[in-house]
């Protein structure tokens, strides 16, 4: 893969503990920092102790950026729904753009808690049309431009 194209990386995870709302802040700035410096932006939602981000950026940064989640203890049950090359970023205004869940509209929190059940229900999925994701991410993408 050439270095300019982008690359995109959404997961789903489980938060192993209960995180605090100055915790999650935390979490957020310190990734503002990392993904400015990595050249990478995208998105993170946190709802019912679950985890939705979604990286963009080049693909070593983005690559880098999630072996460092995939280690990280808060995370469990990590489970990729897309990864791979797109012709533009979906979330390209911010270095990390955090909506938590005192921020998510009752319709935002259904729609993520249907996602997870459906993502959790059939572990193997194939296709993700099946679970609406490119729908989800749009009307984030939307929110946050």
């Known amino acids: 893969m050439t270095p300019d194209v982008t690359h995109r990386l959404v997961y789903l995870s489980t938060a192993v503990g209960v995180l605090r709302a100055d915790e999650l802040d935390r979490i957020w700035l310190r990734a503002r920092a990392a993904n400015a410096a990595a050249g990478v932006t995208g998105l993170m939602l946190f709802h019912q102790g679950v985890f939705l ?3 963009e950026g080049p693909a ?3 690559t ?6 995939r280690c990280d203890r808060r995370h469990a049950n990590l489970t990729i729904l897309e990864s791979g090359p797109v012709e533009e970023r979906a979330f390209a ?3 990390m753009t955090y909506i938590s869940a005192r ?8 729609a993520f808690t249907d996602l997870h059940a459906a993502v ?3 572990p193997g999925l194939q296709a993700l049309a099946d679970i609406g994701l490119s729908g989800f991410l749009a009307a984030f993408s939307l929110r946050t431009a």
């Open 64 to 69: 880098s950026l999630f072996e460092r989640i």
């Open 120 to 122: 959790t229900a059939r």
């Open 53 to 55: 981000q979604v990286i």
């Open 60 to 62: 070593a940064g983005v």
């Open 93 to 95: 205004n911010s270095p």
């Open 103 to 110: 921020n998510l509209s009752a319709g935002e929190k259904q």
